[in-house]
Nanobody, 121 residues
């Protein structure tokens, strides 16, 4: 079982910045992809950004040029630096990872509990 804990959410004014962190813990053997998703009220959960174990990244068009995903493999942690935030970025942000724990032969997806980001003046 892999546990993911997000932090760094909060209230910020339009144009401001936030940095989200997500730490994975458990009897982890290795982690492939890690990512951030978000869900606004009344909307479906959508992809924000993903990053592979080798550092390749992918972003939703709506956040390109404003958000940056990164990871620290030694700490099993993924980050999301969010700049020039807009009201439409308001959502609950979830991290996920595709990880293998030592006692199992396969990789499985795990999700964090989410952290609220609110962009408002």
């Amino acid at each position: 079982q892999v546990q993911l804990v997000e932090s760094g959410g909060g209230l910020v004014q339009p144009g401001g910045s936030l940095r989200l962190s997500c730490a994975a813990s458990g009897n982890i053997f290795s982690i492939n992809a890690m990512g951030w998703y978000r869900q606004a009220p009344g909307e479906q959960r959508e992809l924000v950004a993903t990053i592979t174990s080798g550092g390749s990244t992918n972003y939703a068009d709506s956040v390109k040029g404003r958000f940056t995903i990164s990871r620290d493999n030694a700490k099993n942690t993924v980050y999301l630096q969010m700049n020039n935030l807009k009201p439409e970025d308001t959502a609950i942000y979830y991290c996920n990872c595709n990880a293998r724990i030592s006692s199992l032969p396969d990789y499985r997806w795990s999700w964090g509990q989410g952290t609220q980001v609110t962009v408002s003046s």
